[in-house]
């Protein structure tokens, strides 16, 4: 129960936060210029015909209180601040709900629009409202740094019951994250071995084919050249899928196949020009990266940035003092095994 009541795995949440927002944040900024044939008032999609489509699914969306245009740009720009605010971890409790509200708003009003990714942020913008994903890596944890506040033992009683609820909430949502990913992977894993194209190794090979999914023509075209670089994309990809949900048994197994599914994803937003999907997934799968790892992560950054930062000023003179034998920091202190400086007084003379 004590290990229940704390808060687990921070830096998997804030990695998620950071991931995920910055996706639905730099995927609104690439599609700004067509944002109102997307999902405003010029869309195809009309207002009516998503107006049908909500009466049956009875799905969120504040787009649907106005079709007017000013209305519309302010919930998009909206969704741009929000998601800009979480990825930075600014007000991240606000900010959280600002953004699953924003989220769900966008994506109802057309949800003929998306690769996959987008339902996978759909999700995890939902999950991230009951985590406490700015605990670090996040402007919030640097203003309760530089201002902490009462010791936890001064709150009072309904104050840690509430903190020991917050907590609670936060593990179960981070165990809800952890099994929709698992769940992604095993369903799309098994429905891949009920394909006949999987099952006899050329499934990699049509896409590669198709000018949707080519950005990089001649690069598809090398590999799909290649009948054993096909064999042997299918067969690891179903592979690896299949097999996750039962890596999660041995740590240092799934630490590999976690590493060859991110590797995977970032060929898939190179080769088939998905960037956002893959972004959503890898975001996803952060939340079973190792701490251990993530915190040699933070270290490396924080000592590269040391050492790029210009010095403030010109170094410190050493201090001129006598050491006190029962202060441990002046008595390691190599500045002060110098002789002292014994001023004299005024109107005395010495030998």
Same mark, same amino acid.
């Given at each position: ?21 910055? &996706? ?14 997307? @999902? ?5 999609? #009309?207002? %009516?015909? +998503? ?24 919930? @998009?720009?909206?969704?741009?601040? #929000? ?15 600002? *953004? ?18 987008? +339902? ?6 939902? @999950? ?28 009072? %009683? ?12 936060? +593990? ?14 095993? &369903? ?16 990699? $090979? @049509? ?26 994309? &299918? ?8 097999? *996750? ?9 799934? +630490? ?7 590797? %995977? ?10 960037? $956002? *999907? ?9 939340? $079973? ?12 950054? &924080? ?11 010109? %170094? ?36």
């Amino acid at each position: 129960m004590p290990r229940l009541l704390t808060t687990l795995a921070p830096y998997q949440a804030a990695v998620l936060r950071i991931g995920v927002a910055g &996706t639905w944040g730099a995927f609104l900024l690439r599609e700004w210029p067509d944002r109102r044939v997307l @999902y405003g008032d010029r869309s195809p999609w #009309s207002a %009516e015909l +998503n107006a049908r489509l909500l009466a049956d699914t009875h799905a969120f969306t504040a787009l649907s209180w106005s079709d007017g245009r000013w209305w519309f740009e302010a919930v @998009y720009l909206l969704a741009l601040l #929000s998601a800009g605010a979480l990825a930075l971890g600014w007000r991240t409790r606000a900010s959280a709900v600002l *953004f699953a509200l924003t989220v769900l708003s966008l994506q109802n009003r057309n949800v003929f629009l998306g690769d996959g990714g987008d +339902n996978l942020v759909h999700l995890m913008a939902i @999950y991230l409202v009951f985590t406490r994903c700015g605990t670090v890596w996040s402007l919030d944890a640097r203003r309760r740094a530089r201002r902490p506040g009462k010791d936890p033992a001064e709150w009072g %009683e309904p104050r840690a019951l509430a903190d020991a609820l917050a907590a609670m909430l936060h +593990n179960c949502a981070m165990l809800v994250v952890a099994a929709q990913v698992v769940l992604v992977y095993a &369903t799309a894993g098994w429905y891949k071995v009920q394909g006949a194209r999987w099952q006899d190794g050329t499934a990699v $090979f @049509y896409p590669l084919k198709l000018g949707y999914f080519t950005p990089w023509p001649e690069l598809s075209g090398l590999l799909g050249g290649s009948l054993l670089v096909t064999f042997a994309l &299918t067969y690891g990809t179903v592979v690896m899928q299949v097999g *996750f949900p039962f890596s999660l048994a041995a740590r240092r197994l799934k +630490n590999v196949l976690l590493a060859v599914m991110v590797c %995977e994803h970032l060929a898939i937003a190179l080769l088939l020009g998905l960037p $956002f *999907f893959s972004l959503a997934m890898v975001a996803a799968d952060a939340v $079973f990266l190792p701490t251990a790892f993530l915190l040699a992560v933070q270290a490396r950054l &924080t000592g590269l940035r040391r050492r790029a930062a210009p010095p403030v000023g010109p %170094e410190p003179a050493a201090p001129v003092a006598t050491a006190d034998p029962a202060d441990p920091v002046a008595a390691a202190d190599p500045a002060v095994d110098e002789p002292p400086v014994v001023a004299e007084p005024v109107g005395e003379q010495r030998d």
